[in-house]
T-cell receptor, first 111, second 111 residues
């Protein structure tokens, strides 16, 4: 089975901190995605990547950046964390024809 | 604009009481409709992919169907362990395999 591993289940950070969320997949998938999930809003796409060093903005990229230096790893960076970035962050990967495989999520609280 | 709407937002059932969840969508060039199950605090888990109107798929007590405008997830004789949030998503042609998600339906099945 494909595994998508997110490095932290829970994180608490202070306003203004730079935050790194890491995601690793083990099945050589080309496509990787970062979503945030908020009650009543569903999953919203932040950034995605279809190849190493390639990235595309999703629907809500403001305040975020990403890095994909290796095929298996896709990092989400909050340049200066703010309280409105408190959320559940979900990483996913796919090879294309199939649905996504999701990680377990990182619940980030910014105080 | 591509859009996915799920109804109802929340559904409470008695054990054994069958029902259906709805996912209506507007998308240019549908390349798949996906159903996921999400337990609290976890990432979504893939259930089904449907590609064309008239297609049906089943898994245990769940059956998904697709028309040109909507999909239904039918739950037959549900059990308490079916309690979860059910997410619907669509993929459009030329979209880098991005999925557009609905806000989900929270299902609670009581004994």
């Amino acid at each position: 089975d494909v595994k998508v591993t997110q490095s932290s289940r829970y994180l608490v950070k202070r306003t203004g901190e730079k935050v790194f969320l890491e995601c690793v997949q083990d099945m050589d998938h080309e496509n990787m995605f970062w979503y945030r999930q908020d009650p009543g809003l569903g999953l919203r796409l932040i950034y995605f990547s279809y190849d190493v060093k390639m990235k595309e903005k999703g629907d809500i990229p403001e305040g975020y950046s990403v890095s994909r230096e290796k095929k298996e790893r896709f990092s989400l960076i909050l340049e200066s964390a703010s309280t409105n970035q408190t959320s559940m962050y979900l990483c996913a990967s796919t090879q294309g024809g199939d649905g996504y495989t999701f990680g377990s999520g990182t619940r980030l609280t910014v105080v | 604009e591509d859009q996915v709407t799920q109804s109802p937002e929340a559904l409470r059932l008695q054990e054994g009481e069958s029902s259906s969840l709805n996912c209506s969508y507007t998308v240019s060039g549908l390349r798949g409709l996906f159903w996921y199950r999400q337990d609290p605090g976890k990432g979504p888990e893939f259930l089904f992919t449907l590609y064309s109107a008239g297609e049906e798929k089943e898994k245990e007590r769940l059956k998904a169907t697709l028309t040109k405008k909507e999909s239904f997830l039918h739950i037959t004789a549900p059990k308490p362990e079916d309690s979860a949030t059910y997410l619907c998503a669509v993929r459009r042609s030329g979209g880098y395999n991005k999925l557009i998600f609905g806000a989900g339906t929270r299902l609670a099945v009581h004994p």
